[in-house]
T-cell receptor
Framework: AQKVTQAQTEISVVEKEDVTLDCVYETRDTTYYLFWYKQPPSGELVFLIRRNSFDEQNEISGRYSWNFQKSTSSFNFTITASQVVDSAVYFC??????????????FGQGTRLTINP | KAGVTQTPRYLIKTRGQQVTLSCSPI?????VSWYQQTPGQGLQFLFEYFSETQRNKGNFPGRFSGRQFSNSRSEMNVSTLELGDSALYLC???????????FGQGTRLTVV
């Protein structure tokens, strides 16, 4: 069975600090996809990144970076020099390979990140 | 390019009634999936449609149903509403299953 664990329920840091959000997943599939989403107070889930299981390269996009390690089944997300606008709930999600055209995202419980000025 | 559009944004219904929520995917996207978000259970998968066919279904009672039209627009229906159905219902679209899924702003349903 698939499972995503985000052990950090809430994190609060001061602006400009770096912060890492942890994500650990479980799956029996060898082919799968991992995602991160941001949910601001408006409610919409904003797509941040998708990574497939064969691509363990780390990714950097501006102040955001992601560290994917299959050996520890982790897909952690780091925000460098955090800003107040980064305050939101962040979700990590897992999707097993599309079988017969099906896709299902399994989400972690989310981490509420608060950046204080 | 317009994003995923969900209507209505807010809805208040009485226990026992039924409700229909609508989702218009991003133009060209053929896969639409639905999720329920509650404080207690978090984000849970309801179902997914691709080419007008339901390809995957979550662990929800038969009161929850959906469909997809030939233009990829989707609707979900909840019959005999219960208080526990109060939630944010989110729709996501992707080009094809497995690709990036983009979400709408959701429909917040309150059952009283």
């Amino acid at each position: 069975a698939q499972k995503v664990t985000q052990a950090q329920t809430e994190i609060s840091v001061v602006e400009k600090e770096d912060v890492t959000l942890d994500c650990v997943y479980e799956t029996r599939d060898t082919t799968y996809y991992l995602f991160w989403y941001k949910q601001p107070p408006s409610g919409e889930l904003v797509f941040l990144i998708r990574r497939n299981s064969f691509d363990e390269q780390n990714e950097i996009s501006g102040r955001y970076s992601w560290n994917f390690q299959k050996s520890t089944s982790s897909f952690n997300f780091t925000i460098t020099a955090s800003q107040v606008v980064d305050s939101a709930v962040y979700f990590c999600a897992l999707s097993e390979a599309a079988v017969q055209g099906a896709q299902k995202l399994v989400f972690g419980q989310g981490t509420r990140l608060t950046i204080n000025p | 390019k317009a994003g995923v559009t969900q209507t209505p944004r807010y809805l208040i219904k009485t226990r026992g009634q039924q409700v229909t929520l609508s989702c218009s995917p991003i133009s060209g996207h053929r896969s639409v999936s639905w999720y329920q978000q509650t404080p207690g259970q978090g984000l849970q998968f309801l179902f997914e449609y691709f080419s007008e066919t339901q390809r995957n279904k979550g662990n929800f009672p038969g009161r929850f149903s959906g469909r997809q039209f030939s233009n990829s627009r989707s609707e979900m229906n909840v019959s005999t509403l219960e208080l526990g159905d109060s939630a944010l219902y989110l729709c996501a679209s992707s080009l094809v299953p497995g690709r990036e899924a983009f979400f709408g702003q959701g429909t917040r349903l309150t059952v009283v």
